[in-house]
Each structure stands twice: as C-alpha cells, then as structure tokens.
C-alpha cells in the first residue's frame, strides 16, 4: 500500500476511500489519514469489504472507542435470530440522542441485500448549521432542545413519554473532536426547545428540519454487498424509508461510543425497560 491514501469526494459531502482492506490494520501514515479524513467528511465508504463481526469491530476502533460487544445491536437483519430490523419508515436521527453521550460513530456493512433498491439517507449536521440562514442561528443558537427516546411507533411527532429517558443538547451541539457546531434537532426524536412555548418552538423546529433535509445536501447511499458507510453520528443525522418485510436485509454494525444505553441509564424502570428494548426492534437503519 503507497503512503498516501486514494479517496474522491461524494456529493454533496463525505468521502469514497479506495483501496482500503478494512479486515487489516493499514500503516500508521495511512491510519492517520483516515481519521484526519474522517474528521474533515464526516462520513467514509469502502467498497467490496469481506469482514467478519470481529474484523469490523476492528476496523471501527480505529476510529474511536468501541462499545463492548454484547451492548450493541450487531446485526440490523431480518434473516437472522439475533438480528433487529423494523419496517417502518425512520426520519432523520443522529442514534442515541436522547442520552447524554448519543452514540459517536456507526460502521454499517452490508451483507445481504436486494442490491441497487435498499439505501440510507445522510446529512452533514456540520454543514445543516454552517448553511443555516442568520436569522435562524441567532434564535436558536444558545438554545437546547430536547430529545425523547422515539424509534418505532411513538404517539405522533410531537408526543412526549415521561417514563422513557429524554436528555435535552445544545441546539448548535459543539464536536467534540473538532469543534464544528453541528445541528442537532431532528425530526425523529426532537421534542420541544426548552424554555419556549410550545406554539413559537414548533414552527421554529419545523423550519430547522426542513433546512436539514434540503434535498441538495441529502447523500443517498444505494446499497451492495460488501458497501461499508462509516458515519459519525454527532456530526450527520440518518433516515430510511420504509422496508418491504418479505425482502431479505442484513447489514453488520460496529458502534463506537463513550458509554452505552445501558450505561447511561441502568436505573430504568422495569416498565420503561419493556417499552425501550420491545421498541428496539424497530431500531435504526
Ligand atoms: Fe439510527
């Protein structure tokens, strides 16, 4: 392997890296550019990757902490027993948000698919707030909003369960590596913005998510076997459309991340604890 490491620009952001076998560990200079990479794109694809569920693993702390092994949901399949897939349809998210430490970074391979007609939808939260209109950023800028464990069927956009974990972040969140301000409200989770009313928030996160999800800043990833999408989760948000249940879909997931769920919050009710880990099955894409 050269020194230096090929990659070409996707649109409208992230970065397609060449000639990388993610199931071996590269040389320091080529590590080094991938993290500087990572940090500058936000999010990589590798193609025409075989890894098993510990080569990935591997792979993924190159670029953060890993969750320990059994805290993850290691398969995103409806093929497999020990997988989760849901069907419905999941707006933008960044994963965990509704914790005080959300997940930090994702790493989806992709397994068995029907090839060209399954994707995920991405957008740079990094870019959502540097492209934010003035008069929006002024608003909102020292403000927090408050996110609830959604995923799944929750009681409508704007619904609220108090006997599931809710953490409320900066709206203009800081990254913790770089200190880019990243967007962070999201349709799928965010609830209200604390201390305002409801009536003037409203309208205010509308305008925020439709900014988000311009289409000229979505990056639609169309997947095949073998794709791996390494995204960080507190610099993009994600989305998926709905699944056809009866089509066959596996994708292998490494999870990078301070502290788990399970971490953060290990006081749960035992109700609370049903309606999460039931609701889990509908989790992420
Ligand atoms: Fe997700």
Redo the contacts with the bound molecule.
């Keep these: 392997m050269a020194d230096q490491l090929e990659w070409r620009q996707i649109e409208p952001f992230g970065a397609e890296v060449v000639g990388v076998d993610l199931s071996q560990a590269p040389p320091q200079a080529i590590l080094n550019q991938l993290r500087q990479l990572y940090d500058q794109h936000h999010l990589l694809v590798f193609r025409g990757q075989k890894l098993t569920l510990e080569q990935q693993r591997s792979a993924a702390g190159w670029f953060g902490k890993l969750y320990p092994p059994a805290e993850g949901v290691n398969f995103i399949s409806n093929t497999r027993k020990d997988g989760y897939l849901g069907n419905l349809e ?1 707006k933008f ?1 960044s ?1 965990l948000a509704h914790c005080e430490y959300p997940i930090e970074s994702v790493m989806l391979l992709g397994v068995e698919l029907d090839e060209g007609n399954t994707s995920t939808k991405f957008v740079s939260s990094a870019k959502a707030w540097a492209e934010l209109p003035d008069d929006l950023k002024k608003v909102v800028e020292n403000r927090r909003a408050v996110q609830c464990f959604a995923y799944g069927p929750t009681e409508g956009v704007y619904g609220f369960d108090e006997r599931l974990p809710n953490w409320s972040h900066r709206i203009a969140r800081p990254h913790p590596r770089t200190g880019e301000l990243c967007l962070y409200v999201m349709p799928e989770s965010t609830r209200v913005i604390e201390d305002m009313p409801e009536e003037e928030g409203r309208p205010l996160l509308e305008a925020l998510y439709e900014h988000i999800a311009r289409p000229e800043a979505v990056y639609e990833h169309i997947w095949h076997v073998g794709d791996v999408v390494l995204w960080d989760n507190l610099a993009c948000q ?1 989305a998926r459309g709905a699944l056809n249940p009866d089509v066959p879909r596996t994708m292998q997931r490494a999870t990078l991340g301070p502290l788990t769920f399970k971490q953060q919050y290990p006081s749960l009710s035992p109700e609370a604890q049903e309606i999460v880990f039931g609701r889990l099955g509908a ?3």
């Design positions: 999941l998210h994963d994600h989790e992420p894409g």
